[in-house]
Structures are given as structure tokens and as C-alpha cells.
């Protein structure tokens, strides 16, 4: 178990989103900071068992991450400021250190915050943040008049999410879950794009985030039956996934843009459909369609924008499976000083049946997926996903 020590705040201030009647914005000045938590394990076995592949108990985690200070509510100016970012080192005596980040997401999306995460660790391994530029590490690029929103639709978004209340539900304990990871080799992922090219020969958008989600959906999908779901075959089944539109705008906004562009995209099937063999197959031609029809082509990619709100607030009482993270992204690489990580988890997933995806530590053009399930959903999954790679 994990036992706090001693919580600081380092700085005067803390940087917050502002809210009030009108759309919410960032509010920070020099010398603002964040709220830094620093902890202890009683145990140094627990970071062995944290840091392992096999199912643990993904209740464990959440010891590790900091939970955002709370909101503060400006009775005279009406402002709610809200903070967006907080720290936990958890130290595992004699055996490792743990960063634990929580950061809320209205500040930056999943691109944001892990280049935020380099550029601290590149600080930390220059010594100054002056040094970044002499070192060619790229800067973040906070202009908000890059993005273009002639129609309108930064308001649209503002309204109906006043009106969806899209909110995380909090999570109850015990959440009765298991987490564990998953690697798809290089191999692997060729493997199966050259089965899905054996059956479908004509698609052409087979890249390995394609391959992956559409291998770990059907997967989750065909292990309901292993944890005695009862899923009728005409119920419906989504996968969603936030798209970078950085370089898919129309002008393209700078890759270091610090904030949220982002573009969705959502895929339908029903779950008989995607239970049988050929599941996978119209997994990967659902999905790759989705990306080269919409998702690549700027004249479409923003074409549904104004019902995004609604239509994703819906899909919480369905079944679907979201992405958290990307194959571009590469926290293992991140240095602070003390050698690369060991171990990279998404705790959120734990409020719902997503995967995080990321690049792998150790195998050279693998993928590193990780999910938290129940645990007899997680073990028929398990069987399953390693089941498919030996066909």
C-alpha cells in the first residue's frame, strides 16, 4: 500500500481554466505552479508487482495519482477556476520512484500533455528551460488564432455540452478490475494485416493503429460470451477514437500547438457481426474507412462536427470501446535522470472499457495495449487475443 507523507505546493498560485457564463479559458501568470504531492510505499515489492504485465488489481493505481485540487467559485465575479494539473513521486524505498500526472482535459488533449511530459523531462536531463531551443527540442506553440473556426463551432460545442453535462462518473470501490497489458509485435501486426489482406484484398488503409484496435475490439467483443455475458447479436457495438487534426486542418495548424485539436471518429457494427471469424476482417474495413474516407480528407474530417457532443454523451449507456493514447506516442523514452520508465499505465480506463495504446518498451516497432476488465472478462480475453496471433 501506498501512505502519503507529506503534500506541497510549490508557488503562490495555481494555473486553472476560468468558467463562467461564457466559454472558459486558461488563466496562468509567471511563477503560477501546480499542486505537488510526494508519497511513500510501505512495501517495495508493490512496485515489481505494479510494474508487471499479468493481471493485477487495478485498484492498486490509484494510489499513485493525485486527485486535482478542488474548484474554487468566485462568489463577487462569478468565476469558477478549476485546476488542471497535479503531481504525485511515490517513492519505493531501495527500489524506484513513481510520477503520477492527473490533468484536466480541457486544457490539452492526449498530444499536448505528453509533449508537455517530454519537455519537462528534457528540462530536467538540460538543466534549464532555456536550453530546449539550443537543443532542438520543439516548444509548445499556445497561439489560439491558428485554429479557424469560421462556422461557429467552438459555440456550438459550449452549448450542448451545457446541456449534456458530459461528465466522468466517479468510480466506486472496489471497482472489482484487473489491469494488464498486452504486446503486438511488429510480426505480429503484419501477421494479421496479411490475414485481412487474404480475405479482403482490395482495402487499402491497413495501418498498425487500424490493425490493433480492430484486433482488440473484436476481441472484447467475442470474450463477452467467456464472462457469461448475455449480448443479443443485433445489439450495437462502437468503437471510438479521438484523430490529432493538427495536419489534417485546412490551413494545418503547428504539430506543437499546446491544446485540444481534436477530431473523432466512430465506427457501428452490431455484436453478431463482429463475434464470428470473420469479424476481425470487417473490423479493420470499418475502421480503415472511417480514417481514409473522413479522417484524412479535410473536406470531411469537421463534416459532423456540430453533433459530435451529442452523439458521443450517448454512447456512455452503450456498448463501445474507446482509445487512450496513440502509436505515435512514446512516454518510454522520457528521461528525468534516473533511467527510462519501467512501466507506463492509463488509470482512467479504469471508469470504462477503453484501451490505452502507446508505443512498446522494449520490442522495436511493437505496441503496447493495456486494458482493465473484470477479472473473468480479462482472463477470456486474454485467451482469446493470444488464441488469434497462433492462426
Known amino acids: 500500500m501506498c501512505t502519503k507523507f507529506r503534500q506541497q505546493l510549490v508557488g503562490s498560485h495555481d494555473i486553472t481554466i476560468v468558467f463562467c457564463h ?14 505537488v504531492a510526494i508519497a511513500e510505499s510501505n512495501e517495495a515489492s508493490d512496485f515489481h508487482y505494479l510494474t508487471g504485465d499479468e493481471p493485477r488489481d487495478a485498484d492498486r493505481f490509484h494510489a499513485l495519482v493525485p486527485v486535482l485540487p478542488r474548484p474554487e467559485i468566485d462568489f463577487e465575479s462569478g468565476f469558477k477556476r478549476i485546476p488542471v494539473f497535479a503531481v504525485q513521486v511515490t517513492l519505493f524505498p531501495d527500489t524506484g520512484i513513481c510520477l503520477g500526472f492527473t490533468n484536466h482535459h480541457a486544457v490539452g488533449d492526449g ?5 508537455f511530459i517530454k519537455a519537462w523531462s528534457a528540462v530536467s536531463m538540460l538543466g534549464a528551460a532555456s ?19 469560421e462556422s461557429g463551432l467552438g459555440n456550438t460545442f459550449w452549448s450542448q455540452m451545457n446541456v449534456s453535462r458530459m ?23 503484419q501477421k494479421l494485416r496479411n490475414l485481412v489482406q487474404a480475405k479482403k484484398p482490395g482495402l487499402v488503409h491497413l495501418s498498425s493503429f487500424t490493425i490493433t484496435t ?6 472484447l467483443v467475442k470474450s463477452a460470451a467467456g464472462a457469461g455475458e448475455e449480448v443479443d ?19 494545418p495548424v503547428p504539430a506543437e500547438y499546446f491544446g485540444n485539436c481534436v477530431a473523432f471518429g466512430m465506427v457501428e457494427s452490431t455484436h453478431g457481426q463482429l463475434k464470428v471469424e470473420k469479424g476481425f476482417s470487417m473490423a479493420v474495413e470499418l475502421i480503415g474507412e472511417v480514417i481514409s474516407k473522413r479522417v484524412n480528407n479535410k473536406d470531411e474530417i469537421l463534416r459532423d462536427a456540430g453533433s459530435w457532443v451529442s452523439k458521443f454523451s450517448e454512447l456512455v449507456r ?18 528525468f535522470g534516473w533511467g527510462k520508465p519501467k512501466k507506463y499505465e492509463v488509470v482512467s480506463i479504469d471508469g470504462s472499457e477503453s484501451m490505452s495504446l502507446c508505443k512498446s518498451r522494449g520490442v522495436e516497432g511493437g505496441l503496447e495495449i493495456g486494458l482493465s476488465l473484470p477479472d473473468k472478462k480479462m482472463r477470456a480475453f486474454a485467451a482469446i487475443f493470444s488464441a488469434g496471433l497462433k492462426i
Request: proline fraction near 8%.
Open 318 to 335: 452503450k456498448r463501445s470501446m474507446g482509445v487512450a493514447g496513440s502509436p505515435r506516442f512514446d512516454l518510454y523514452d522520457t528521461e
Open 233 to 251: 447479436d443485433n445489439e450495437p457495438e462502437y468503437f471510438v477514437f479521438a484523430v490529432d487534426a493538427r495536419r489534417r486542418l485546412d490551413p
Open 214 to 219: 480492430a484486433y482488440v475490439w473484436t476481441c
Open 167 to 189: 461528465e466522468s462518473l466517479p468510480l466506486n470501490f472496489p471497482t472489482n478490475r484487473v489491469r494488464a497489458t498486452y504486446t503486438l509485435h511488429k510480426n505480429d501486426i
Open 111 to 115: 498530444s499536448s500533455i505528453v509533449g
Open 131 to 149: 536550453e530546449l531551443s539550443a537543443a532542438n527540442f520543439p516548444l509548445p506553440f499556445y497561439d489560439r488564432s491558428v485554429v479557424k473556426d
Open 22 to 35: 461564457t466559454q472558459p479559458h486558461v488563466s496562468g501568470i509567471f511563477g503560477d505552479s501546480v499542486s
